[in-house]
């Protein structure tokens, strides 16, 4: 008599002839809250059943997110969002067998809400709690689904609060190779915008805007460093784009030209766009890998997307993106990184604290 104890309580037998095929089930209630997006979803043997999440868009009236009020908003709608997106995977409380939440990097108010609820939940119900890295889990945003990249490959991940470039070689063994040395590419994006005029938040709307300018009408600096350098620094591009509208006497409250507009947006995105592909490509050249793969919220930009896709093709190279719902911070990716943690047997201790400040490795 085999006795089998596990902590995952979905077991399933098959009989087979005379075989006894035991095969183990896992159900990831993951959880998001790192910022202002209230996340939350449901993976099932590495495939996801749902995914529901709110976005604060009242943030748009300060110019950017408010950590206090971003926090209050994830207090009052992360239950209606976790009851969500277990109603959508028709899955009951009872069926899951962890629940994983970030514990940073972010806003420490905000991740200490997801945090404590799933840490609570979990005790609840009894079963194990998984504590996940935002970054990982963004790196994770391109293993929701097939195609997937293959062992080892390079990623890089651009959002508002991040710019790093990662060797990924295998799960949860990874490489930071560089990473933005001030401003991240998202927040470049929101601050030139935000000089502009334009709104908040500043990534899609200076990529309306750039479709419909000229790339070429202002040439601001590419800051690629010293050669080979995987490193990254938008802030002198943002202060070239703040020089340049003062010497042209712009004034943002005024009736503006809608063109002068674009092609400011145009060509500042231009200058990120060449900047990023440089890195990745340089990147996947030095460490001998045919897959690459990029996600966080600035990879929705259309134009990076475009020429990421026709740089790939150039160097015969396998370019993989997110679905534009995962490529901003969403329960999913969390979800499908706790998975693979419990797979491989690593829980984390209720005592686990938040850290705003949490590196990849």
Request: glycine fraction near 8%; charge should be negative; charged fraction near 20%.
């Amino acid at each position: 008599m085999v006795i089998l104890q596990q902590t995952i309580s979905a077991v399933t037998l098959h009989k087979e002839s005379n075989l006894v095929i035991i095969t183990i089930s896992m159900t990831i209630l993951g959880i998001e809250t790192s910022c202002d997006e209230t996340s939350a979803a449901v993976v099932r043997d590495g495939k996801l059943l749902s995914n529901d999440t709110a976005v604060q868009l009242f943030h748009s009236e300060h110019g950017g997110v408010v950590p206090e009020l971003a926090s209050r908003a994830h207090q009052r709608i992360i239950i209606p969002i976790v009851e969500d997106a277990l109603r959508k995977a028709s899955v009951e409380k009872k069926d899951l067998d962890a629940i994983a939440a970030v514990y940073g990097p972010g806003l420490i108010g905000s991740i200490l809400i997801g945090l404590s609820f799933g840490k609570a939940m979990a005790m609840g119900l009894g079963i194990p709690f998984i504590g996940v890295n935002h970054m990982e889990a963004h790196i994770f945003s391109n293993m929701i689904e097939e195609p997937k990249p293959s062992f080892p490959f390079v990623n890089l991940t651009v959002s508002g609060g991040h710019t790093q470039l990662v060797l990924v070689k295998d799960y949860f063994k990874s490489e930071l190779l560089g990473e933005t040395m001030d401003d991240a590419a998202g927040e470049a994006f929101d601050k030139v915008a935000k000089m502009l005029g334009v709104g908040y938040p500043g990534g899609p709307l200076v990529d309306k805007f750039a479709a419909k300018g000229n790339a070429k009408a202002v040439k601001f600096p590419r800051p690629y460093l010293e050669e080979g350098s995987h490193q990254f620094s938008f802030s002198g591009l943002k202060t070239s784009v703040l020089y340049y509208l003062r010497k042209v006497g712009f004034d943002k409250t005024a009736n503006v030209n809608e063109q002068f507009i674009a092609d400011v947006c145009a060509s500042f995105q231009a200058a990120v766009v060449d900047v990023l592909i440089d890195k990745l490509l340089t990147a996947a050249k030095k460490y001998d890998v045919k897959d690459i793969a990029m996600c966080g919220g600035v990879s929705a930009n259309s134009e990076l997307r475009r020429r990421l896709e026709t740089e790939a093709k150039i160097n015969h190279l396998h370019l993989f993106i997110p679905k534009l719902d995962f490529c901003t911070d969403n329960g999913a990716m969390v979800a499908q990184a706790g998975y693979e943690r419990l797979r491989k047997g690593f829980v984390s201790n209720l005592e686990l604290t938040a850290e705003p400040n949490l590196q990849l490795n």
